[in-house]
């Protein structure tokens, strides 16, 4: 075991991996990690500009794992949500004065599409393009039916980065995908 601990203790030295959380999505939860994440910046003293950028980005990426989570059900097992909260992990590293934000998490398959269709769209978009693109998506329907919000998070991600957003959708079954993002600020 102690051996298990020590390899684990030097991956997350070697990939500069600082915080790192994997189990269940709630409100509570989240916000604990959150506070971990303050109290980190606030100790490598990070300047105020940073740390906001990255708190924000943290928020949206756990405000998308809350709403758009899925859980793995066995075959022929049923869960109540109450029940079972989603699951879903995160990472954030430092390397250099460039803070990393990794998060991921099963989702539907059938969203897979809506999803990197948009950050495609987003990776392609300087400052100003982002902003107008906030507006105009402000202003009209969103087209994903089963939004639970007005599809604004992933651009606000995007304005916070200064590189493309990272993506992966790993199929896990036929209805349900891994979803991997890694956001990069410096």
């Known amino acids: 075991m102690i051996s298990n601990l020590l390899e684990y203790y030097q991956m997350t030295k070697k990939y500069n991996?600082?915080?790192?959380?994997?189990?269940?999505?709630w409100a509570n939860?989240?916000?604990?990690?959150g506070k971990m994440l303050r109290t980190r910046?606030?100790?490598?003293?990070?300047?105020?500009?940073?740390?906001?950028?990255?708190?924000?980005v943290f928020v949206e990426q756990m405000n998308n794992m809350l709403m758009y989570?899925?859980?793995y059900k066995p075959e022929g097992e049923e869960r109540e949500r109450a029940d079972f909260p989603h699951k879903g992990m995160f990472v954030f590293g430092v390397k250099d004065n460039i803070y990393s934000l990794q998060t991921g998490?099963?989702?539907?398959?059938d969203r897979t599409s809506l999803i990197k269709d948009r950050i495609d769209i987003l990776n392609t978009?300087?400052?100003?393009?982002?902003?107008?693109?906030?507006?105009?998506?402000?202003?009209?329907?969103?087209?994903?039916?089963?939004s639970k919000g007005a599809g604004l998070g992933l651009i606000e991600i995007a304005k916070c980065?200064?590189?493309?957003?990272?993506?992966?959708?790993?199929?896990?079954?036929?209805?349900?995908?891994?979803?991997?993002?890694?956001?990069?600020?410096?």
């Open 17 to 25: 991996m600082d915080i790192i959380y994997s189990g269940p999505l």
């Open 29 to 33: 939860g989240i916000e604990a990690v």
């Open 41 to 56: 910046l606030e100790l490598d003293e990070i300047p105020l500009s940073a740390s906001q950028l990255v708190f924000s």
């Open 69 to 71: 989570a899925e859980d």
């Open 105 to 109: 998490n099963l989702m539907r398959s």
């Open 125 to 146: 978009l300087a400052t100003k393009g982002l902003r107008k693109y906030y507006m105009q998506t402000m202003r009209s329907e969103d087209d994903n039916i089963d």
């Open 161 to 186: 980065a200064n590189a493309p957003i990272e993506y992966e959708f790993i199929p896990v079954s036929e209805d349900l995908t891994f979803f991997s993002m890694l956001v990069t600020i410096g």
